[in-house]
Nanobody
Framework: QQQLVESGGGLVQPGGSLRLSCAAS????????MEWYRQAPGKQRELVAT???????NYADSVKGRFTISRDNAKNTVYLQMNNLEPEDTAVYFC???????????WGQGTQVTVSS
């Protein structure tokens, strides 16, 4: 059974930090492209960050310099370190795993991040 489980969300003040985790099971994690998406109320889901099997990374312009995606293949886990958070970062954050050749993809259930004073 393939499963992705996100954790680490919560309420944080503007300028604060959070680290999200996404633990994968039932997949050959090390060969999957891992991504973080987010969806704010009333908005479409958007891609935030990508990390390839070779640990190459890419970020949305809105989070460059503030967010860092990383992976630990020994723990089958991908992380999203979020610094200098802004109210506009408030959203449900989802992780996604895409297999080589994009034949399969899996989503987690999401974790809520709220940035507010």
């Amino acid at each position: 059974q393939q499963q992705l489980v996100e954790s680490g969300g919560g309420l944080v003040q503007p300028g604060g930090s959070l680290r999200l985790s996404c633990a994968a099971s039932g997949i050959a994690f090390s060969v999957y492209v891992m991504e973080w998406y987010r969806q704010a109320p009333g908005k479409q889901r958007e891609l935030v960050a990508t990390i390839t099997r070779a640990s190459n990374t890419n970020y949305a312009d809105s989070v460059k310099g503030r967010f860092t995606i990383s992976r630990d293949n020994a723990k089958n886990t991908v992380y999203l370190q979020m610094n200098n958070l802004e109210p506009e970062d408030t959203a449900v954050y989802f992780c996604k795993a895409t297999s080589p050749g994009m034949l399969r993809n899996y989503w987690g259930q999401g974790t809520q991040v709220t940035v507010s004073s």
